[in-house]
């Protein structure tokens, strides 16, 4: 949450002085209460700074060993869901949707993966006109490709509403990571791990909402056969550039750095890639980075320590030039997945993660705000002292209507018996109008043009008939 709402009452309530005059404009009748105002409204702007979260609860129709979803919101108070999950052998793509009126609805399976019956989600996008477009990882390490499909918002529980499935990237993994992201013109971005001219980070895009794609190029090479590209997070900023960060794990599974890089919005040409945190000043790992574009300004967080804290750096240029790393919480250390960075209805920045406590005796998943400057002490979502049922990790998040924040989580992949589960909490920010979906637009379309033509039809009939002899 910002302080906007209370600079702008105390930029709007001071008293006015006449320049060079001694006499008070404001007598003390009004600016004493105004004060007293003044302290109380900051006050109660401070007793709702975290808001309420609801008790969580298990999403009902997952299975207990699967990734939490992909989340995308539309304006109609709902929020879709996407995962992967699997049936006998083989990993399909399940949707379903939640509202606050109604709940979840059961799961239903959407995809399936033309390359060796697995499909790993890694991202989905939800257009202005009421597309929702969808990536997913098709095989496995030894043989993947990156699969693109699209269906109306309103349809997107119907299997045969989909489009089949169209590679738009070869040479994917051996890691499957990645990203999908667009704006409001119908541009579409995939970023993905991949190994066709070397082990690295690869680029395709849409800019006709998916109808046709480059050919992937890559944005970054390891330069060795023995580190990967992993932990892909990227977003487009309000000039349509594109911001990413990325770490690069080697043959043991331990990242050796995390990178930014930015895409102008010309989607030619690459910044030469940032290096945020290295293996060698983070002792341990430098991993699970996100990036957040806001005020003018980027802010990336990372793990990096021994034991991990979530480190952060700030732009002020656009990723040119960036400040030394701060440890954004000093209480909460662990790897238990990437941030989840969050802009509401007013602009303010929330971030969700998963971490436990500097004692290791809670483990959890904690909201924090940013307020211009720094993050608020975070605030357990859920939280407890970890065992066999409970060790939350890999958040994921997504805000609906502008003021309400979403928020689901897994256990630890060790933890059998434990489903993936889901909070959500109100904030106190207007809520944006409710935009009723719609269906399939063409069908639409021509029932209107047939409406039209029917208009035309009566009225030529009524002018003839008025006609005299």
């Known amino acids: 949450m910002t302080d906007a709402g209370l600079m702008g009452l105390i930029n709007s309530s001071g008293e006015t002085l006449r320049r060079g005059s001694v006499r008070l404009l404001v007598s003390c009748e009004v600016v004493v209460p105004l004060l007293v105002a003044i302290v109380c409204t900051s006050a109660s702007a401070t007793a709702q700074f975290e808001p309420r979260w609801s008790p969580p609860r298990p999403i009902p129709g997952y299975a207990v060993d699967i990734k939490p979803p992909y989340l995308v919101a539309d304006q109609n108070r709902t929020i879709h869901a996407f995962s992967s999950q699997r049936v006998e052998a083989s990993l399909f793509v399940f949707y379903n949707q939640w509202t606050l009126a109604r709940g979840w609805t059961p799961p239903v399976k959407i995809l399936s993966s033309p390359q060796k019956d697995k499909a790993t989600v890694l991202g989905a996008f939800l257009d202005p006109d009421g597309m929702i477009h969808l990536i997913f990882f098709g095989g496995h390490e030894q043989e993947a490709q990156i699969y693109y499909a699209r269906a109306r918002v309103a349809n997107a529980d119907k299997a045969r509403a989909w489009t089949r499935p169209r590679m738009i990237g070869g ?40 109808d046709s794609w480059s050919e992937p190029k890559p944005a970054f090479l390891t330069g060795s056969m023995d580190l990967w590209v992993y932990g892909i997070q990227a977003t487009l900023d309000d000039a349509g550039r594109l911001h990413v960060v990325w770490d690069v794990p080697n043959r043991a599974g331990r990242a050796e750095a995390a990178y930014y890089a930015r895409l102008e919005a010309d989607y ?202």
């Not at 992201?181 to 082990?199: A, E, I, P, Q």
């Not at 750096?313 to 030394?324: A, E, I, L």
């Open 171 to 210: 040479f994917a993994g051996k890691l499957s990571s990645g990203s999908l992201t667009g704006d409001r013109k119908g541009n579409l971005l995939v970023l993905y791990s991949g190994y066709r001219d070397g082990n690295g980070l690869y680029e395709v895009h849409s800019t006709d909402r998916g």
């Open 268 to 469: 030619e040409h690459w910044s030469v890639p940032v290096v945020l945190a290295t293996i060698a000043e983070c002792l341990y790992k430098a991993n699970w980075a996100s990036i957040l574009p806001l005020n003018k300004e980027l802010l990336a967080m990372y793990n990096c320590g021994a034991p991990p804290h979530r480190s952060m750096r700030r732009s002020p240029d656009r990723g040119t030039t960036w400040t030394s790393p701060v440890v954004a919480f000093r209480h909460l250390i662990g790897e238990n997945g990437a941030p989840v960075f969050l802009v509401d209805n007013r602009a303010g920045a929330h971030v969700v993660f998963s971490n436990r406590s500097s004692d290791s005796t809670s483990h959890g998943v904690y909201h924090s705000e940013w307020n211009g400057d720094r993050w608020s002490d975070p605030v357990p979502i859920v939280a407890g002292p970890p065992g066999p049922h409970f060790n939350p990790g890999e958040a994921t998040g997504v805000v609906s209507q502008g003021n309400l924040l979403f928020v689901t989580w897994a256990q630890d992949p060790g933890l059998s018996g434990n489903p993936v589960s889901y909070s959500y909490a109100t904030l106190s920010v207007p809520e944006l109008p409710v935009v009723a979906v719609e269906g399939n637009r063409p069908v639409v379309k021509l029932l209107a043009a047939v409406a039209v033509l029917l208009i035309l039809s009566v009225s030529l009939l009524v002018q003839r008939f008025r006609r005299p002899a």
